[in-house]
């Protein structure tokens, strides 16, 4: 089941945006999902995490100023970007925890200085 992420953009430093992950099945049928974003010449990494009982971990680098949630009404996972810096620039995905194998699209989020 593929999870896709939308929502990316352009955006000044120090500026916001949301993010969503919707998925062709229930949410609350994943265990864990995750945001995770790989920028130009890097690996992807973990962006943050929310399980089904509600435990949510965040990497240290967006601690503060990124927040994950799960909206019931739309049954996606948003992810709320605030105080953006530069070095956040990267694709934006979304997949379980661990993850599948199939990776959705993800969704650009470009932070300019």
């Known amino acids: 089941v593929q999870l896709q992420a939308s929502g990316g953009g352009l955006v000044q430093a120090g500026g916001s945006l949301r993010l969503s992950c919707t998925a062709s099945r229930s949410i609350f049928s994943f265990f864990v999902i995750a945001w995770y974003r790989q920028a130009p010449g890097k690996q992807r990494e973990l962006v943050a995490s929310?399980?089904?009982?509600?435990?949510?971990n965040y990497a240290d680098s967006v601690k503060g100023r990124f927040i994950i949630s799960i909206d019931n009404a739309k049954n996606a996972v948003n992810l709320q970007l605030d105080s953006l810096k530069p070095e956040d620039t990267a694709v934006y995905y979304c997949?379980?925890?661990?993850?599948?194998?199939?990776w959705g699209q993800g969704t650009q989020v470009t932070v300019s200085s």
């Open positions: 929310i399980a089904s009982g509600r435990n949510i």
């Open positions: 997949n379980t925890l661990p993850t599948q194998p199939s």
